[in-house]
């Protein structure tokens, strides 16, 4: 799958809520199907189908635990889809980190001044 | 100490990017920051090894603003600039943005929102573009159509994987 499928096939997969709701429980930890079905008082085929739809885009995988097959979060097509949004994100967060610094300093020196003016003359 | 980024960044409806930031300063200060030279000089820089060569600010509705950036080591320059639609100091800028070698087709509004708490300041950054394609291109996407709903949702789905 190209990267733009992957991309196609996370998007999807992240349109609807339940799978979003999903894809969140797993994030604190593995799941069963039945652990999964509970709150969300769906039934668990209905669960499967979304089950799948998030596996096929690579979102979740299974467990080695062959009898109770628990769902597992899979971080990179998340990440991917994330990407552009994190490099926007940090490229401006350096500048407003240096601009944190020079606030720091301007309020300092706004402070001082002030002091400066208060003080009593002798 | 806390050491989560503070920037907020998301897509937002078909044209939009929003960024959302904190400082811990009052609303006047980060405004001047915003629209002196001298102070946007000290830290609107590209990445390390670039310098802000040119900064004129004619902060008037109407009037113009330009900004050069330079790479130190091999000399390459990047411009670019606009014109200042709305002004109510300190609380509100709006004003056109364009590249001088455009990276997307013609002009974004950029929407710079200044909000005062306790001291600190919320600055809400809106860029909208000309066109839901525009936007999608900035966003470097290959993908068609509900891009911004998708990181929306994206953005969501992230927060609570955060918390």
Known sequence: ?122 | METKSKLKVTAQGEREIVMTRDFDAPRDLVFECHTKPELLKKWLLGPDGWIMEVCEVNLKIGGKYRYVWKQIADGITMGMGGEFKVITRPELIHCTEVFDEAWYPGEALVQSHFLEKNERTTLIVTILYNSKETRDMVLKSPMEGGVAISYNRLEDLMETLTK
């Open chain 1, 1 to 122: 799958m190209s990267t733009s499928d992957r991309l196609d096939a996370t998007f999807a997969a992240l349109a609807d809520p339940t799978r979003r709701a999903i894809l969140a429980r797993l994030a604190k930890g593995d799941a069963t199907v039945m652990d999964l079905a509970k709150p969300f008082s769906m039934s668990q085929p209905a669960i499967s189908k979304h089950l799948k739809v998030l596996e096929q885009a690579g979102l979740i995988s299974r467990g080695s635990d062959a009898q109770r097959r628990p769902r597992r979060i899979e971080a990179k097509p998340l990440g991917e889809a994330n990407e552009w949004l994190e490099n926007y994100r940090k490229f401006w967060e350096g500048r407003y980190q240096q601009l944190d610094a020079l606030l720091d300093e301007l309020k300092l020196s706004k402070q001082t001044k002030t002091k400066r003016a208060k003080r009593p003359r002798s």
